[in-house]
């Protein structure tokens, strides 16, 4: 279960006093500011918040496209702020997949060619690249529409191509960044049934940001970010971490 202390052993995820700034001129801006939160394996974890609390920015620290200000960030024991820039480019390629709103998928390849794309970098041969590609479409409903372009897609569909491709090399975690946030309500119900499965049925741990509380309820446990702090909510009363509690 995700915990706001610092109090757990062998989580997947620990982070630990995590803050992160940026520079604007001269003006320092606290984004993110000492940050607790250990989380297990196989957990779906739903951050929610107004705009600018640092949603996108915690996810982009967990998959380390971005490195804290001070604190840590562990997964499975490794501290990844620490590693060189090959080296967690390496790690990300082996534990990560991401999931944005806008899908990011090449209008020029098609959908067996875009999930195709993160194991080209791999040793995997052509057969077994392949055989990757066929089970994470068939995995989404997309069997057959392996030939598809995205233009040939719904936006569902697109999405479905997205989070195929974000699987394929069968990662560790997912950070969904807003994943139904250009969807209507029932492709956007078949986009959440799926990184549910991926949850409770392959074990992946599951980072969703989203401002859709219906979205967010899918979730095992709802996080809320304001301000840089990391709130949980439970009995309607919101209780703040412990590192809001303690003095800097």
């Not at 062998?10 to 984004?31: F, P």
């Not at 806008?102 to 690249?129: C, D, H, W």
């Not at 392996?146 to 569902?156: A, I, V, W």
């Not at 969703?208 to 309820?217: E, G, M, N, Y």
């Amino acid at each position: 279960m995700a915990r706001l202390d610092s109090g757990g052993k062998g989580a997947l995820v620990e982070i630990r006093n995590l803050d992160k700034k940026y520079h604007r001129g001269e003006e320092e801006i606290d984004v993110l500011r000492g940050l607790n939160l250990d989380v297990e394996k196989g957990e779906f974890i739903a951050f929610m918040g107004p705009s600018g609390s640092g949603k996108t920015t915690l996810l982009n620290l967990i998959g380390g496209l971005d490195a804290p200000s001070a604190g840590s960030v562990r997964i499975a024991g490794e501290e990844i702020s620490a590693l060189s820039g090959r080296k967690l480019a390496a790690w990300r390629s082996r534990h990560i997949g991401f999931i944005f709103q806008m899908y990011n998928l090449i209008p020029v390849l098609t959908a067996f060619q875009n999930v195709q794309l993160p194991l080209l970098l791999t040793g995997l041969s052509k057969p077994e690249r392949r055989r990757h590609v066929d089970d994470a479409l068939a995995l989404v409903g997309l069997s057959d529409r392996t030939r598809h372009y995205p233009r040939q897609l719904s936006g569902g569909q697109e999405q479905r191509v997205a989070i195929a491709r974000a699987i394929v090399a069968d990662p560790t975690i997912l950070l969904c960044d807003e994943p139904t946030g250009d969807l209507d309500r029932a492709s956007g119900d078949e986009i959440l049934n799926i990184i549910g499965k991926l949850s409770k049925e392959f074990g992946k741990t599951v980072f969703l940001v989203t401002h859709d509380p219906v979205a967010a309820k899918r979730a095992d446990t709802i996080l809320h970010l304001d301000k840089g702090t990391l709130l949980e909510y439970a009995a309607e009363k919101p209780i703040a971490s412990k590192a809001e509690e303690s003095p800097r």
